[in-house]
């Protein structure tokens, strides 16, 4: 199980609180926000990312295949239609055959983040005193 506390004191500036783990997130200037930390949509994006390259890692080493340094860049747009998607894009700094290559995208589109995402998730919201 996961959680995460968001505290939230002045704008959109907030502080996120994971155990012993903190870090800022804030919306865009041009949004209403300072910039002085991850947006809302960018740490989503950085779930999928850091799920996938985790994933990646872990199946290299299962099969002993040396990746070097992965680089997971994901881009969340809208279309011209209005339809928003995430764009996921792998790159790895040792050669890998094509079946490597595709094998590894394999493990990209089964990660849990990605599931989650592709499925929609229920979200039950409470107000508690």
């Known amino acids: ?3 995460v506390t968001i505290i939230n004191e002045h704008q959109h500036v907030q502080q996120v609180v994971s155990g012993h783990h903190h870090l800022t997130a804030d919306e865009a200037v041009a949004a209403g926000g300072s910039d002085a930390g991850f947006a809302p949509r960018e740490l989503l994006l950085a ?3 850091t799920c996938t390259a985790v994933a990646l890692r872990k199946h290299a080493a299962q099969h002993d295949w040396t990746l070097g340094k992965i680089t997971v ?3 969340w747009s809208r279309d011209a239609a209005g339809a928003e998607h995430i764009e996921r ?3 790895f700094a040792k050669p890998l055959t094509l ?3 595709s094998r590894l995208l394999e493990v990209a589109e089964s990660t849990p ?4 995402l592709r499925a929609g ?5 409470l107000v508690v005193d």
């Open 1 to 3: 199980m996961a959680y």
């Open 47 to 49: 779930s999928l990312g």
């Open 73 to 75: 860049g994901v881009r």
């Open 89 to 91: 894009r792998l790159s």
């Open 99 to 101: 079946e490597q290559k």
């Open 113 to 116: 983040v990605t599931g989650v």
């Open 121 to 125: 998730i229920r979200i039950q919201s």
